[in-house]
């Protein structure tokens, strides 16, 4: 049974920082691609930024240089540092593990980002 838990959403100003963090278990974690996603009221699941085994990485462009995505494997959590966030960065994030085809997914952490 694959379980993610997610942490570390929270209000910010514009131009803070954030960490999400995500415990993944009840898979072996260390072989599986991970990913950030986030959906904001009324528009779709976007994903945010994704991290292969072997620790490459994608990011969606209106994140890029802002957001670091990166694993330990040791620990079966993967992460998201956020920095210099903005207003429309304001979503519930969701962490996703891709197995053989398949979507798993976390309850979601609220990200806020107002003055």
């Known amino acids: 049974q694959v379980q993610l838990v997610e942490s570390g959403g929270g209000l910010v100003q514009p131009g803070g920082s954030l960490r999400l963090s995500c415990v993944a278990s009840?898979?072996?974690?260390?072989?599986?691609?991970m990913g950030w996603y986030r959906q904001a009221p009324g528009k779709q699941r976007d994903m945010v930024a994704t991290?292969?085994?072997?620790?490459?990485?994608n990011y969606a462009d209106s994140v890029k240089g802002r957001f670091t995505i990166s694993r330990d494997n040791a620990k079966n959590t993967v992460y998201l540092q956020m920095n210099s966030l903005k207003p429309e960065d304001t979503a519930v994030y969701y962490c996703?593990?891709?197995?053989?085809?398949?979507?798993?997914w976390g309850q979601g952490t609220q990200v806020t980002v107002s003055s």
């Open positions: 991290i292969r085994s072997v620790g490459s990485t």
């Open positions: 009840g898979s072996i974690f260390s072989i599986y691609p």
């Open positions: 996703n593990q891709y197995r053989y085809g398949l979507n798993y």
